[in-house]
């Protein structure tokens, strides 16, 4: 009989996700769960499923890459983004923002909501065409939904009633879509954090709620590679459960919880 190993190997065959880089124990009993609620026996039955149909092989991506995503997801967090890193930004960089404007990396992005908040909260400080930011997701089809940038009424409760009302247009009974100037600062793409090259030059990177999920040494690669691609002064913005411990060997200074400078 197949154990998890074999299965996870066989995984990044069909898929191209390395169930190695997660927590193993936890990932085992996630699998392990979604595998009886299919009424499957065992992992050999399940990979002889997903095989016979590829259709299916969206919706184990979808439970694996744990596709949870919301606007202002954190409050407290994105209010230190907006009273205290805008004002860092604009006086920092503001050669830059004279110039070219700001390069921000969205990683892991989801369905959306995270690179449009953050639009929306820097669209109030800094002209549009100075934003922006290139959002990235392992899923291409929560990318299409990102691309869309249509939500429901529950989706937008968190936003600010001002911020709703100026960013988004109803356009149905239950049909919220983010406007399109807020849309044209945002470019969406498919990447891998755990094997894909990282661009560099970016002046902020939000990595959230992603590395949780992940074993140390894929959190260490990925820390490390985000730090690369910073530039000096430049902010890496994590999770309210991701606290670097070692961001001293990573090449950060914490300015801020959950908020690290690239020195």
């Known amino acids: 009989m197949m154990n998890y190993e074999e299965f996870a190997n066989e995984i990044y065959k069909i898929t191209g996700i390395d169930l190695g880089c997660y927590k193993e124990n936890q990932m085992k009993r996630r699998m392990d769960a979604f595998i009886i609620r299919h009424e499957y026996s065992s992992y ?4 002889c499923y997903i095989r016979e149909n590829n259709d299916r092989i969206s919706e184990l991506k979808d439970y694996i890459t744990i596709n949870v995503s919301e606007f202002f997801r954190d409050k407290q967090q994105w209010e230190i983004l907006r009273y205290n890193m805008v004002p860092y930004y604009e006086t920092r960089f503001k050669k830059e923002l004279d110039k070219d404007g700001l390069r921000i990396w969205c990683s892991a992005c989801s369905t959306g909501e995270e690179p449009y908040s953050l639009a929306m909260i820097l669209s109030e400080y800094i002209p549009l065409k100075k934003i922006h930011i290139y959002a990235t997701d392992i899923d291409e089809k929560v990318l299409e939904t ?7 009424r529950k989706d937008v409760f968190k936003v600010p009633a001002d911020l709703r009302d100026k960013y988004f247009d109803k356009v149905g009974d239950d049909c919220y879509r983010i406007c399109e ?20 030059g970016y002046h902020m990177i939000l990595c959230r709620n992603v590395v ?3 074993n140390r040494e894929a959190r260490k690669n990925i820390y490390e590679k985000m730090s690369l691609s910073l530039v000096k002064d430049g902010i890496l913005f994590v999770g309210a459960t991701e606290q670097i411990t070692e961001y001293r060997d990573l090449g950060f200074e914490q300015i801020k919880s959950f908020f690290y400078k690239k020195i």
């Open 44 to 47: 050999e039955e399940y990979l």
């Open 181 to 200: 100037s807020i849309k044209n600062c945002v470019k969406f793409g498919k990447q891998d954090l755990l094997h894909d090259v990282y661009y560099r």
């Open 146 to 152: 990102a691309k869309k940038g249509e939500y429901t």
């Open 212 to 214: 949780i999920y992940l």
